[in-house]
């Protein structure tokens, strides 16, 4: 009896010296699990003392730096820890030139050859840009590598068409309705509108189908982010299709502020000044002073939804404007032609003006059409009224 229980003794010693030697021998050969990121860049071309910033990006909004340092010996170093990938900038100089980067708990390396511009600006450009050590980044840029077949479609059928958009320019810089007329009215530019309207069709098609790929991760909402400049009620389903993890990502609580917008009603707004079609500055205070009701609109060109609520402010203008109600219109393009030729189609007949980037952050503008009614005293008394419900609390405030 007692040599059977030294046995199953031995046994059982045996097998926990087994255990042991295989809980160590995983030890040994399993990967470690990295808790935080290096970024080595070795950058040729540029002059040594060259700040160097890490700076987030596909947030909407500008961002301060994480991380700041200089070049020396062409090179630099970034340390840090991220709860999951999250895409930066690297910034040169004084955002002169920069180099994208999917950032996660690894070792990141950037090599490039930076070129200083002799021009006006001193801008830096890059190429050869190699960054090896992030899966995330590697998945990046695989998923989003038919940008490339989007930038040789954009460069096709804008060949041959700069002889009439200079026209065109020239047409509305001196406002000549008819010169532009007849340069809108030509098979060449009638083509070229064509054929915007399809690459734009083709952009809007593949992004919505990189999003929804990735509807289940963060993926979802950080595609969202980076394929949208500025959100508008149509990407709500799209933003609703997303899993509740992704909504409850980085990215995805994001998306969820920037379509959903923190209210501002009962805050008062500043005074600003902005420039009209002609390069011409106005201040807010001007425009509405003596008038009791003013609607602050944040539009563009691009924006459907904003072009469809056009008619319906041409009918409350008409309706209201005697009784001291006003509009004042602010684009948020980068693309002033793009805005220049709207103005010329949707014919508004009250002040049009541009976005400089800090009015539409100062009214924290994260989707469009974005509408502000406020009072005489530059109270906000009302958000996002349109069609019907602008109607009505107009009727309600300036009731004979």
């Given at each position: 009896?007692?040599?059977?229980?030294?046995?199953?003794?031995?046994?059982?010693?045996?097998?926990?010296?087994?255990?042991?030697?295989?809980?160590?021998?995983?030890?040994?050969?399993?990967?470690?699990?990295?808790?935080?990121?290096?970024?080595?860049?070795?950058?040729?071309?540029?002059?040594?003392?060259?700040?160097?910033?890490?700076?987030?990006?596909?947030?909407?909004?500008?961002?301060?730096?994480?991380?700041?340092?200089?070049?020396?010996?062409?090179?630099?170093?970034?340390?840090?820890?991220?709860?999951?990938?999250?895409?930066?900038?690297?910034?040169?100089?004084?955002?002169?030139?920069?180099?994208?980067?999917?950032?996660?708990?690894?070792?990141?390396?950037?090599?490039?050859?930076?070129?200083?511009?002799?021009?006006?600006?001193?801008?830096?450009?890059?190429?050869?840009?190699?960054?090896?050590?992030?899966?995330?980044?590697?998945?990046?840029?695989?998923?989003?590598?038919?940008?490339?077949?989007?930038?040789?479609?954009?460069?096709?059928?804008?060949?041959?068409?700069?002889?009439?958009?200079?026209?065109?320019?020239?047409?509305?810089?001196?406002?000549?309705?008819?010169?532009?007329?007849?340069?809108?009215?030509?098979?060449?530019?009638?083509?070229?509108?064509?054929?915007?309207?399809?690459?734009?069709?083709?952009?809007?098609?593949?992004?919505?189908?990189?999003?929804?790929?990735?509807?289940?991760?963060?993926?979802?909402?950080?595609?969202?982010?980076?394929?949208?400049?500025?959100?508008?009620?149509?990407?709500?389903?799209?933003?609703?299709?997303?899993?509740?993890?992704?909504?409850?990502?980085?990215?995805?609580?994001?998306?969820?502020?920037?379509?959903?917008?923190?209210?501002?009603?009962?805050?008062?707004?500043?005074?600003?000044?902005?420039?009209?079609?002609?390069?011409?500055?106005?201040?807010?205070?001007?425009?509405?002073?003596?008038?009791?009701?003013?609607?602050?609109?944040?539009?563009?060109?691009?924006?459907?939804?904003?072009?469809?609520?056009?008619?319906?402010?041409?009918?409350?203008?008409?309706?209201?404007?005697?009784?001291?109600?006003e509009i004042l219109s602010v684009s948020i393009d980068k693309d002033e032609k793009a805005w220049q030729k709207a103005l010329v189609q949707e014919n508004m007949q009250w002040h049009n003006l541009l976005d400089?980037?800090?009015?539409?952050?100062?009214?924290?503008?994260?989707?469009?059409?974005?509408?502000?009614?406020?009072?005489?005293?530059?109270?906000?008394?009302?958000?996002?009224?349109?069609?019907?419900?602008?109607?009505?609390?107009?009727?309600?405030?300036?009731?004979?």
């Open positions: 009896m007692k040599a059977i229980k030294s046995k199953i003794l031995g046994l059982c010693i045996c097998l926990f010296m087994v255990s042991l030697n295989i809980q160590a021998q995983k030890k040994k050969t399993a990967p470690a699990t990295v808790s935080s990121y290096t970024i080595e860049g070795n950058i040729t071309g540029l002059a040594d003392g060259t700040a160097v910033k890490l700076v987030p990006g596909a947030t909407h909004s500008s961002e301060l730096p994480v991380a700041e340092t200089t070049l020396k010996d062409g090179k630099f170093t970034f340390e840090g820890k991220l709860k999951e990938p999250r895409f930066f900038y690297v910034v040169f100089g004084k955002s002169k030139g920069n180099i994208s980067v999917m950032v996660e708990n690894s070792k990141i390396k950037i090599t490039a050859a930076g070129k200083v511009s002799d021009k006006e600006g001193e801008w830096i450009s890059f190429k050869d840009v190699v960054i090896t050590g992030s899966k995330s980044h590697d998945y990046y840029v695989k998923e989003t590598a038919f940008k490339e077949e989007l930038n040789k479609d954009y460069e096709a059928y804008h060949v041959g068409i700069n002889e009439l958009s200079n026209l065109a320019g020239k047409a509305k810089k001196e406002n000549n309705k008819k010169l532009l007329d007849s340069v809108y009215s030509t098979a060449q530019w009638k083509k070229f509108e064509a054929d915007e309207k399809a690459f734009f069709t083709k952009v809007e098609l593949l992004s919505k189908n990189l999003i929804e790929k990735h509807k289940t991760n963060w993926w979802g909402p950080f595609f969202m982010m980076t394929s949208y400049s500025y959100f508008t009620p149509e990407q709500k389903p799209i933003y609703e299709q997303f899993s509740e993890a992704a909504k409850k990502s980085y990215y995805g609580q994001i998306v969820d502020k920037d379509l959903n917008p923190k209210s501002l009603v009962g805050t008062s707004i500043a005074n600003f000044g902005l420039k009209d079609k002609d390069g011409k500055t106005f201040n807010a205070k001007d425009i509405v002073a003596g008038k009791k009701y003013i609607l602050v609109d944040f539009w563009a060109s691009w924006c459907g939804p904003c072009r469809k609520e056009i008619p319906n402010l041409k009918t409350a203008y008409a309706e209201y404007s005697n009784k001291g109600f400089d980037d800090k009015v539409s952050k100062a009214f924290n503008v994260k989707a469009i059409p974005a509408t502000y009614l406020v009072d005489g005293k530059g109270v906000i008394i009302g958000e996002n009224l349109r069609g019907a419900e602008l109607e009505a609390k107009l009727k309600e405030l300036l009731k004979s």
